[in-house]
């Protein structure tokens, strides 16, 4: 399917001649909102753009019911996810189901190269690869994955209907997810390591209004145990070092995430005290010519609000900057020059 | 109609009591991509939000047929701006149709006061009132205006089919105008003062390709004329001064833009060399609680590029920053704390 994909795609399209080389104007890398929306925008400016990725939507495959992308309310994250890329293919873009490993810069272009040994050369890169989820680290969260152990409500929570559950996390992603659990489980077990949520203030309402849901605040999960699949949980009590167990059949564990920092440290580029990419305005990051846009930056110029359409118009921006780059390098761009 | 709408939505949600007081968390004037999307975000923050606006929908209101916002392709600039209003109204919010004229800070609060004479309060602003339409400031264009003289082209080209019409400007909007109004006029003139362009080059393609559409390029009008309506402009080549008469039963002008500078600075904000608000990272105004969006902004932290996404992306983050400044204000907010 891989090979079908990349050979199919891009070797009537070569610029430069040559048998091996792909080359692209743009290559995002990452097809979440914000590489959709890269793509997107610079196919509109008339670039050859290729999108590198191993998943298409991102993390809005892993959304439940969406309803703060201004214009398609209401909206399951897996059909946005799908009307993004209808959008998206509705242009000239080569889409390759791959994971990039390495991007290097050699005499002005960027070399970009895949786990399936495929490497593509763009004049430009945009970044767009969002971030990691991060895990408890505790007995029995690896050995359960997939067997109780879940990062993605939206996809398991339907496989938990009439059963016990805990969510462990205090953020928005947390309680959505306890919410969107609730409507499935006989009971939802939220458990957050403090007694106060960094979660919006409507969804710490509905979560405390719902009568499926108990708190249990001050506690962190110890172990996660069972036989074929998730039996219990030990949880602590974090003021009086209590523990007990809770016989729950699924954790879902939604308590945040991080980027990629050692593959952006690896490719020379700057980041913030947390990891992400340090972008300047116009999506730029330190190399020049290599952007970056969506979940996977930061730094001061970025007010960090990972939000689906925030992530989209870094896109579009990032976009423009590679455009504006080409421009300045004339040649670069095919067609006529104005 | 707009004593109804103001009399008919606030007095029911006083909060500090009183007769002629309309309190609100958020209140958001203009009501484009960028102020709608503020006034969603602040409704999911749980904020009591009102929008102040002469009209919904911003730009989109003149423009033609969108094909850049992900996920929604192909739309009407009005069906958008519909599907806008649709979503934010499926909140709690409140509009009112009227035009802002000063806003004051006292006491911690800003007092925004109307032309119809209605005074709103709200604990934070969100300013997301776009910019203003530049004019050629030819003779014959203000006495013309609306009698063949138009600024918005998806409005008023259904109007000219089968006639002779000249589009001004250089930049995508001119290129987009000037392919719209070929689509119903016989003939287009696209007069522009450079010889080349500040648009997409995929629009210049589309443009030079269009047998209808044909390019007067180092040349402007230095005159509109006619009886009822428009029969004629006076073009003169600047290279050499020359001036001829094309006859024309339209003029669309598509120049560009410009904020309500006088505005902004009256206020107390600051603006950059163009006029636009200097925000910072966050939509941040030098005023404290007092945030900006879309169009109207500017400054060294903004990479100038109005698009829909962008607009909205921005207001949301508005809206994230009005919600982390009324949490620092505590007593601020509606509701449990947490």
Not at 119 to 140: C, D, F, H, M, Q
Request: with cysteine.
């Amino acid at each position: 399917m891989l090979f079908f994909l990349v050979s199919g795609m891009s070797k009537f399209r070569l610029t430069f001649g040559g048998p091996a080389r792909r080359d692209y104007d743009v290559v995002v890398v990452g097809a979440g909102p914000a590489g959709l929306s890269a793509a997107l925008y610079s196919a509109r400016f008339a670039l050859r753009t290729l999108i590198i990725a191993e998943v298409i939507g991102g993390t809005l495959i892993d959304a439940g019911v969406i309803d703060d992308y201004l214009g398609i309310p209401g909206v399951k994250g897996t059909d946005l996810a799908r009307k993004f890329e209808e959008h998206v293919r509705s242009y000239d873009i080569n889409i390759v189901h791959d994971r990039v490993v390495d991007i290097r810069n050699e005499g002005g272009v960027f070399r970009i190269n895949c786990l399936s040994g495929s490497e593509y050369v763009g004049k430009t890169v945009i970044l767009a690869v969002g971030s990691i989820r991060k895990k408890l680290n505790a007995p029995g969260e690896r050995e359960f994955s997939g067997r109780g152990v879940s990062y993605c409500a939206v996809c398991d929570a339907p496989l938990y209907r009439g059963k016990v559950v805990a969510v462990v996390g205090g953020g928005n992603s947390a309680l959505q997810s306890a919410l969107l659990v609730a409507s499935y489980a006989s009971r939802v077990y939220l458990i957050h390591r403090r007694d106060t949520f960094r979660a919006f203030p409507a969804y710490v309402n509905l979560v405390k209004n719902d009568p499926k849901i108990e708190l249990v605040l001050n506690s962190v999960i110890t172990e996660i145990g069972g036989t074929k699949t998730v039996e219990w949980i030990k949880i602590r009590d974090i003021r009086t070092s209590e523990e007990r167990k809770l016989e729950v059949n699924g954790v879902f564990i939604e308590i945040g995430s991080e980027p990629p920092k050692d593959f952006f440290e690896n490719l020379g580029l700057e980041v913030d005290e947390k990891g992400y990419i340090a972008i300047k305005p116009g999506q730029a990051t330190n190399i020049p010519g290599l952007f970056a846009a969506g979940d996977c930056t930061g730094g001061n110029y970025k007010k960090k609000f990972d939000q689906i359409i925030t992530a989209a118009a870094e896109g579009a921006i990032a976009a423009l900057s590679a455009y504006e780059y080409l421009m300045k390098e004339k040649e670069s761009i095919e067609g006529p020059t104005y």
